[in-house]
């Protein structure tokens, strides 16, 4: 995969899931390994009492790779 079809699937992940099940938008997150198209809220920072409390559980928000590094060309992982 080059970085026109990395920069193609992000894109159409980013237009076919544009919002989490609880409403706020997802974002794509460069992550150790590829990267993933996740909920804006899991990335803030909150105790975990406080996502108990008003049942905001990771489970229940979306998370999901989109770009695997095992896919990438590896010219395109040199050059980041």
């Known amino acids: 995969m ?4 990395a920069l193609e699937r992000v ?3 980013e ?7 609880c409403g706020r938008v ?3 997150v460069g992550r150790p390994g590829g990267v993933w198209l996740e909920c804006a809220s899991l990335g ?3 105790s975990a009492l406080s996502r108990i ?3 905001d559980l990771a489970a229940s928000h ?4 989109i770009v695997d590094l095992v ?3 590896p010219e395109l992982l040199r050059a980041a």
């Not at 237009?15 to 099940?21: A, G, K, L, S, Y």
């Not at 979306?62 to 790779?65: A, F, V, W």
């Open 26 to 28: 997802t974002v794509p």
């Open 62 to 65: 979306t998370r999901r790779r």
């Open 44 to 46: 803030e920072a909150r």
């Open 11 to 13: 894109e159409q992940a």
């Open 2 to 5: 080059d970085n026109a079809q």
């Open 71 to 73: 896919d990438v060309e």
């Open 15 to 21: 237009h076919e899931t544009p919002f989490c099940e």
């Open 53 to 55: 409390l008003t049942l």
